[in-house]
């Protein structure tokens, strides 16, 4: 065990071999001063597991000390000063109590820049206010590339006196720098913190900074006055006020009472001295509606020719609040009586002057037809050339509404009678002067068998070109009518050829549309035709290529309207195409003659038609390609006979 040894003013303890002196304790009396000593001159040693001060002259433990401080500064936590705080939101992020600025460099707070790391910062203006608190540099930051360094950002964390809630609970400090907060101290004011979740706030309860005096206002030591003159102002109950009776009107200069400066209905009329107001000391549009009491305004308040247009507000003027006949036409302005300013259906005819409504008094478009009562337009209301065709409305001149012998030749302008604007059968033989039917005046194709009856006699004087003509006897072989035949053929010309796929699918030649085929109009009465194709073909290949043309037809139904298009069958012209090794290519010339049609449905239109069976093989359709119909109208010009058992009638 150890031992300890006690001489005239020291206490020493050894280690339990005794050769080891661990501790001593040394009283050096001197002037009733009592020094304790450890083990070495000029060391110290420590006094623990003493009880709290009772009287006055007890020595105090480092609780006792600490309770007494704070219980002084009511629960604030003094803190170290920081170098300077925050004065907006931090571009940066924030993780597990690190803040990173996004840019690179040194932080730059409040005209301060942070060169060392360990310099304190409060963080008070974050946008996530839980962020704010205490934080100390561990990253200066550089915006430059030194030795190859990368530049980095200024990085800061949580002090040790600020990274928990209990640290933060209730903080002051003093900001040492800054352009706005230096020699200031702040204190953080929310409670119950949970750290990085809670709000961390800090208000500022202190400033260093010198405080003067100004204009009227003295300053002795720390206390401030005002100066009163006891004339207009007096202190009252230790505060500035306004003296009863105080301001008069020599002591207002001029402009000084604005109308932000007067209290809503602090001037009652018990107020104002009479004729305390004029004309001229009220502004424009100040007297309102709202302004004036019942009755204020009468007759003879108002001065002549004062109530003018731009007086009156939209609306004001009714007719309740002007009297019988007090609007004379001595009273009314220029153009003060427009359209928009009359009711619908005031005016009346017994309100209305001989002679006040003339042609110059109305606008254009104002006289509807509805304003118009029934009869009330005769001829004798109507100027001459006053009626026009932009006057007249469609559809408004009817049969019933045009006189016998009204219309005229004079009255029909040039061009103005189109097929639109006949009616069907309207155009009779009878109402065709002689001789009024010209070439001029028949359109394109307006001239058709079907529109021209039979002709019992023609005399013609010249040539006649048609693309057919028929006549009629009595029905006999002799005079059974004889008729000129319609032809029509169609040409192609290939700038680019046209390639037909070796599938053995017949494709129409020009492309399945209307331009590639022979046309029939309806009223052709075309039903069976004679037609033939010529075509040049291109072929290169070696094996036996089948080639074969066709024609496809379409016909008209009994509406006029055309049908879709069929293949003829059994009027094939097959070909064998083959072209020696060595030759490349060759063209062939080729033909397809077939006659068609049922003789009976009318024909609208036949297209050519190839196909071949070689896929190995390129066929082409080059060059131009004819095709030529010839056709006979079977209504006329045709005698009909029968055979029955061997005898023709």
């Known amino acids: 065990m150890s031992r300890a040894k006690l001489g005239n003013s020291e206490l020493r303890f050894y280690s339990e071999s005794g050769g080891v002196q661990t501790t001593k304790i040394k009283a050096v009396p001197t002037n009733n001063t009592l020094t304790l000593q450890g083990a070495s001159a000029g060391t110290s040693c420590l006094l623990s597991n003493l009880t709290d001060p009772v009287s006055n002259q007890d020595a105090a433990t480092k609780k006792f000390v600490e309770d007494q401080i704070n219980a002084k500064l009511q629960g604030i936590r003094w803190k170290e000063p920081v170098v300077a705080r925050t004065t907006a939101n931090l571009a940066a992020t924030f993780a597990s109590n690190v803040i990173t600025m996004s840019s690179n460099g040194a932080l730059i707070l409040d005209g301060i820049?942070?060169?060392?790391?360990?310099?304190?910062?409060?963080?008070?203006?974050?946008?996530?206010?839980?962020?704010?608190?205490?934080?100390?540099?561990?990253?200066?930051?550089?915006?430059?590339?030194?030795?190859?360094?990368?530049?980095?950002?200024?990085?800061?964390?949580?002090?040790?006196?600020?990274?928990?809630?209990?640290?933060?609970?209730?903080?002051a400090l003093f900001i040492e720098k800054g352009a706005t907060y230096a020699n200031s101290a702040f204190i953080q004011t929310s409670d119950d913190i949970t750290l990085n979740t809670s709000n961390v706030v800090f208000e500022q309860f202190a400033s260093f900074s010198d405080l003067l005096g100004g204009g009227g206002i003295a300053k002795v030591g720390n206390t401030f006055s005002i100066d009163v003159d006891?004339?207009?102002?007096?202190?009252?109950?230790?505060?500035?006020?306004?003296?009863?009776?105080?301001?008069?009107?020599?002591?207002?200069?001029?402009?000084?009472?604005?109308?932000?400066?007067?209290?809503?209905?602090?001037?009652?009329?018990?107020?104002?001295?009479?004729?305390?107001?004029?004309?001229?000391?009220?502004?424009?549009g100040e007297v309102i509606e709202a302004k004036l009491a019942d009755n204020a305004v009468t007759e003879t308040k108002i001065k002549d020719g004062e109530v003018k247009e731009d007086k009156l507000a939209v609306g004001s003027?009714?007719?309740?609040?002007?009297?019988?006949?007090?609007?004379?036409?001595?009273?009314?302005?220029?153009?003060?009586?427009?359209?928009?300013?009359?009711?619908?259906?005031?005016?009346?005819?017994?309100?209305?002057?001989?002679?006040?409504?003339?042609?110059?008094?109305?606008?254009?478009?104002?006289?509807?037809?509805?304003?118009?009562?029934?009869?009330?337009?005769?001829?004798?209301?109507?100027?001459?050339?006053s009626v026009t065709t932009n006057k007249i409305f469609a559809l408004n001149i009817t049969e019933a509404k045009i006189a016998a012998d009204a219309v005229t030749e004079l009255k029909i302008k040039d061009n103005n009678i189109s097929s639109g604007k006949l009616k069907s059968n309207s155009v009779t033989e009878t109402k065709i002067a002689a001789g009024a039917i010209t070439e001029t005046k028949l359109a394109n194709s307006s001239v058709t068998t079907s529109k021209i009856g039979t002709l019992s006699s023609l005399a013609v004087n010249g040539v006649i070109t048609a693309t057919s003509f028929i006549a009629s006897g009595s029905g006999t072989d002799a005079d059974g009518g004889f008729a000129l035949p319609k032809s029509k053929s169609l040409s192609i010309d290939f700038n680019t050829d046209q390639t037909i796929t070796g599938n053995d699918t017949f494709a129409t030649v020009g492309g399945a549309v209307s331009g590639a085929g022979i046309n029939f109009s309806y009223d052709d009465n075309i039903t069976m035709s004679l037609t033939m194709g010529a075509f040049r073909i291109n072929h290169s290949g070696t094996n036996n290529t089948n080639l074969s043309a066709n024609y496809e037809i379409s016909?008209?139904?009994?509406?006029?309207?055309?049908?879709?298009?069929?293949?003829?069958?059994?009027?094939?012209?097959?070909?064998?195409?083959?072209?020696?090794?060595?030759?490349?290519?060759?063209?062939?010339?080729?033909?397809?003659?077939?006659?068609?049609?049922d003789g009976s449905a009318r024909i609208a239109s036949i297209r050519l038609r190839i196909k071949h069976d070689q896929s190995g093989d390129t066929v082409k359709v080059t060059d131009s390609v004819q095709v030529t119909s010839i056709a006979v109208d079977d209504t006329s010009g045709n005698t009909t006979k029968t055979y029955s058992n061997g005898v023709l009638s």
Request: charged fraction near 20%; charge should be negative.
């Open 113 to 171: 820049t942070f060169t060392a790391i360990g310099q304190r910062v409060l963080v008070a203006n974050q946008t996530t206010a839980s962020e704010n608190g205490l934080y100390t540099i561990t990253q200066v930051g550089d915006a430059v590339v030194r030795g190859g360094n990368p530049a980095t950002p200024a990085i800061l964390g949580r002090s040790a006196d600020g990274n928990t809630a209990l640290e933060l609970q209730a903080c």
């Open 555 to 597: 016909y008209y139904d009994a509406n006029q309207n055309q049908l879709g298009f069929n293949d003829v069958s059994g009027h094939l012209s097959d070909f064998e195409l083959y072209t020696p090794v060595g030759v490349g290519n060759q063209d062939f010339e080729l033909s397809h003659f077939a006659v068609l049609g």
């Open 230 to 284: 006891n004339v207009g102002v007096e202190l009252s109950a230790g505060k500035v006020a306004v003296k009863s009776g105080g301001i008069s009107h020599v002591m207002l200069g001029q402009n000084v009472v604005e109308p932000d400066n007067i209290k809503a209905n602090s001037i009652t009329k018990d107020q104002l001295a009479t004729d305390c107001i004029e004309r001229d000391e009220i502004k424009n």
């Open 317 to 385: 003027v009714t007719t309740v609040k002007i009297k019988d006949l007090n609007v004379t036409t001595g009273k009314l302005g220029n153009l003060s009586v427009t359209s928009g300013k009359i009711g619908t259906g005031e005016i009346k005819s017994g309100n209305i002057d001989t002679n006040a409504v003339s042609t110059g008094k109305i606008d254009q478009a104002v006289i509807t037809a509805r304003e118009i009562a029934s009869d009330a337009v005769t001829e004798l209301k109507i100027l001459n050339g």
